[in-house]
């Protein structure tokens, strides 16, 4: 072989000719694998994205146990919450004819008048002084924290103060006795009462009345109760919580002015009846009222 050819064979490693025989001797002994046809090799490329596509688009199927398992879970913390707050909330009821005095946890004072009931939390009451209530009761707060009642859509906030509230479907009342007093009545703005300050709210009336208030705002707590303009079938309620009684019938339309006492029940019903042009039939425990002339 002439120079120049070793010159080219020297450039790829091969000192001379007789090595490079021996390396090419040496790739015959190597076995590569064939190679798949371009049919084959799309194929099967084409059915590994089909299989993976499978793998995406197959549903989890959801069996009825692990449902009853979930519905169970959320079942026992939703009882648990509930127990929770049933075991923490503190309320009071009391029933016709019954007035009833509750020691709150700050040793504020609540005096409940009949068929009425109050509820607060008492884990929380250290960081939150709220209560509900239904029906009426006279408040005797000591001071500290923001007190709040919510009745009946209404909120009442104070300091430290003596007031009295009513509140059944049908009227809203609040009345100062001492301190200062903010009730929120929705669709108005906030109504401060101050000693002597007072305001309600009628059924059918849009806007509460604000007015001054006459004795010291609570004398049922000594079983008289005293009216001024009031719907007679407010005062008719009120006689039928107080003695325990049914009334029925249809009064005269009307507003009264007048008192009652609850120590006896014919006197009671001939100082708001008479007066208004009615009569009434007593049959145990069932008053009934007629329209008079």
């Given amino acids: 072989m002439t120079e120049p050819e070793n010159d080219i064979l020297k450039q790829f490693g091969f000192p001379d000719d007789e090595l490079l025989r021996n390396a090419l001797s040496e790739l015959d002994h190597l076995k590569v694998k064939s190679i798949k046809s371009k049919v084959e090799a799309w194929a099967r490329f084409e059915k590994s994205v089909t299989s993976e596509a499978q793998v995406r688009l197959t549903p989890k ?65 250290k960081s939150s002084r709220k209560v509900v209530l239904i029906g009426e009761a006279l408040f005797k707060v000591n ?95 009120e006689i039928a919580r107080q003695f325990n009684v049914h009334i029925s019938g249809e009064a005269n339309n009307g507003r009264y002015s007048g008192y009652f006492n609850k120590t006896n029940l014919t006197k009671a019903l001939n100082n708001v009846c008479l007066p208004m042009g009615m009569k009434y039939t007593i049959s145990k425990d069932t008053i009934t009222i007629r329209k008079g002339l």
């Fill in 61 to 125: 199927v959801i069996t009825f146990e692990k449902i009853w398992k979930i519905a169970a879970s959320i079942l026992l913390l939703l009882s648990l919450w509930m127990g929770f707050r049933t075991w923490n909330t503190t309320s009071k009821i009391t029933s016709n004819n019954q007035v009833r005095e509750i020691i709150l946890p700050d040793n504020s004072r609540v005096t409940l008048n009949a068929a009425s009931k109050i509820s607060f939390n008492k884990f929380r009451w």
């Fill in 143 to 237: 001071k500290g924290s923001s007190f709040e009642i919510s009745t009946l859509g209404k909120t009442i906030r104070v300091l430290g103060t003596e007031f009295n509230v009513f509140s059944r479907d049908n009227y809203f009342e609040v009345k100062c006795i001492s301190g200062k007093v903010e009730v929120q009545i929705p669709g108005s703005e906030q109504i401060f009462l101050t000693k002597g300050d007072a305001v309600k709210k009628e059924a059918g009336n849009n806007a509460p009345v604000k007015f001054k208030k006459t004795g010291n705002g609570a004398t049922w707590i000594n079983g008289e109760f005293y009216y001024h303009n009031a719907d007679i079938n407010l005062v008719l309620d």
